[in-house]
């Protein structure tokens, strides 16, 4: 599979991210290079390998169970692009009709 400029422009908007030309033709390459990376991993053969192996009998140290202090509310939408207090205004999805 092949990453256009097109593509990269569209996973831009979609990511609320803004590029020039000259940084939306560099991440052609750096998206095609990632997906021949993840290709080539595809392309691995594990049909004799068992998927849980090591995972049932594996001596995991578990963290203590700390109360830490969170972000408060406003911290969370700080950098929300629309907002109002604080709750996230997104678009509506599904009409009432």
Known sequence: MSITIEDVRKLAKLSRLEFTDAEAETFVGEFS???????????VDVSGVDLF???????????????????SAEQI?????????????????????
């Open 77 to 97: 939408v700080m950098n929300a692009p629309d907002r109002e207090g604080t709750a996230f205004l997104v678009p509506v999805t599904v009409a009432e009709e």
């Open 33 to 43: 290079a990632i997906l021949e990376q993840v290709d080539a991993i595809n392309r």
């Open 53 to 71: 192996e090591n995972t049932v009998d594996a001596d995991t140290e578990l963290r203590k169970d700390v109360i830490v202090d969170s972000l």
